[in-house]
């Protein structure tokens, strides 16, 4: 069977390309084929992978290749680097692990989102990280109303609101306030930000939950899937958010758990 390995790059990073370059001549001195397009990437049975780049890149490429079961390796090229397996100068080690086998394929839960115009869907989006709600600059403050499988749930008087997977907790909903989340763990996440209520907490549901979110007061808001695509919401629309039927698809290597990425990513270096 022909062995092919795929490389998506952070264009913006000369060092990445860098090493793209000598990981394409490390592959093929084996004998493996190296495709950096992804339209040659996805007709080809690429066996995994390699984002080279932060978080953002590994967000993004683990969500295309989602859909064509391919499993991507995350070489950290950013700065907190949550999700990214390795450091760059560990990738030449990682990959012989990865060529004798020695790794496990990590699945993450994603997505699905579609906005309720009229009665109908008229957007749908797949999300790996978060959805994220967000009044204008210039209104004032909103409530949104979050219903779980149709019924009245909570309402948060706020600034917005974030729906994220246990990938997302520790991205934006960190910041504002929200728990990370164990990403063995399948729950969907909600998180005000800027509440304006005492009683509007982070909620975290099962992955089970139909969730339908929509402006209670106020008249529109913007709604930003993964951080790549925004639309305005206005007033009587509604987006539905649910487990997406297919998971992002993560190598690790066993280096690193879980609970020392936390340690090393969070240190309070004012106390070391």
């Known amino acids: 069977m022909e062995r092919i390995v795929g490389l998506w790059r952070y264009m913006s990073k000369p060092e990445a390309l860098t090493l793209a370059l000598k990981i394409e001549d490390w592959f093929q001195a084996r004998g493996w084929v190296v495709l950096t397009e992804w339209e040659d990437i996805i007709k080809r049975n690429v066996q995994f992978l ?3 780049g932060g978080d953002g890149t590994l967000l993004q490429a683990a969500r295309e290749a989602a859909t064509y079961r391919i499993p991507v390796l995350g070489v950290n090229f950013g700065r907190l680097g949550f999700l990214c397996e390795i450091e760059r100068e560990e990738v030449f080690s990682a990959l012989e692990k990865i060529l004798h086998q020695d790794f496990e394929i990590q699945e993450r839960l994603m997505l ?5 115009r009229n009665g109908q869907d008229s957007i749908s989006q797949l999300v790996l990280n978060d959805v994220v709600f967000a009044r204008d600059s210039k209104d004032g403050i909103i409530t949104l109303q979050a219903n779980l499988s149709g019924e009245p749930t909570v309402s948060y008087p706020a600034d917005g609101l974030i729906v994220a997977t246990p990938t997302g907790s520790t991205a934006y909903s960190l910041s504002a306030g929200g728990p990370i989340i164990s990403p063995n763990v399948q729950a969907i996440l909600l998180t005000p930000l800027a509440a304006h209520s005492l ?17 209670a007061n106020g008249e529109k808001c913007m709604v930003t899937f993964d951080g790549r695509q925004s639309i305005v919401l206005y007033s009587g629309e509604t987006v539905i958010i649910k487990t997406a039927p297919i998971r992002a698809l993560l190598i690790r290597l066993g280096t690193r758990s879980f609970p020392q990425v936390v340690r090393e990513k969070l240190r309070d270096r004012w106390h070391e």
């Open 50 to 52: 390699i984002s080279l």
């Open 112 to 116: 699905h989102a579609s906005v309720e």
């Open 199 to 215: 009683s509007a907490r982070p909620m975290l549901v099962s992955d089970l939950e139909k969730i339908q979110i929509f402006l």
